[in-house]
């Protein structure tokens, strides 16, 4: 057994060797908090910490994936929008380094995650809108099997990724990093997850920032769920960007987690599923700002 903090130390070692060459003069001045992992966090011989470091070789690991995915092929200027998810999946084969990105799917008639799940169905609404797409839970049924006819068009998990990417869609999480996070042990998961993201605050911060106060170009902010809403906000990166002059080309958007249940955990009547779908409320957002919406 290791104390999880040295570890994290040692797994992260000369971790600016893995960020682009774009985004290395942003996190200049930032490091991982190493100190907000508390001393008595532990990690365990047969725990590991993912994703993995850039070019891992790793056959149980999504190719390509590693800590700092998320900034691949985008540079800082490209940012059109960032969707703040809140930790990598609690599997290595699903951990990519994108937020809610499942690496260990292929395509549609995989086992889905409930949060990607749900933002499928709120992408099929976007994309053919059908008020059954979004309707109930159990329309997913409905929905994968149009998706795998091409009606609506949707391309397989990973292209559709690196789409959003190319549209300049910043797919972060808060936490870079995780290692424990079994439910049979739910106390010492939830001591675990949040010490990440408090790791790697300092970073995501610096990123955060330094986009929403470019001298040019609008950013949208889309949070999803508590946790994303509140880290945004203790962060006070609009409180960076009215002192840089630029807030008035920052926009936020709220909304429940994906996976949040309905009252009472009535999955069937899924919160982050209701009203507009996710898409056309984001792209309304950057409309209020004058900025062209994004293709989803």
Known sequence: MTELRTALREFLN???DDVPDAWRAVLAGAAPNFDAVAEHLT?????????????????????????????????PDAV????????????ISRATGRSFEQGDLVAWDGRVAESLRRMVQGLAQYRAPDPAYVAHDDAWTSVRARVLAGNPAIEAPGALFDRWQAAGVL??????????????????SDRVQPAHMEMWKPLVRAILVHLACRP?????????????RKAFEDMDVEREA?????????????RV??????????????????????????NEALERIGALPIDW
Do not use: M
Request: hydrophobic fraction near 35%; charge should be positive.
């Open 257 to 282: 987690h994906p996976a949040a249940d309905g009252p009472r955990g009535n999955r069937g009547a899924s919160p982050f599923l209701r009203l507009d779908d996710p898409f056309t409320q984001a």
């Open 216 to 228: 040019n170009g609008e950013l949208l902010v889309v949070l999803w769920g508590d946790k994303a």
């Open 80 to 91: 059109r929008a960032v969707l703040l998810g809140q930790d990598p999946y609690p599997r």
């Open 242 to 254: 009215e002192s840089a002059g630029s807030r008035a080309r920052l926009v936020v958007v709220n």
């Open 14 to 16: 000369n971790w600016q």
């Open 43 to 75: 990690l365990e011989p047969q725990e590991r910490i993912y994703p993995l470091r850039r070019g891992h070789g790793d056959s149980h690991a999504p190719a390509g994936s590693h800590v700092f995915r998320a900034l691949d092929g985008l540079g």
């Open 171 to 188: 797919c972060l999480n808060l936490g870079l990093t995780l290692s424990r996070f079994d439910p049979a042990r739910t106390a010492a």
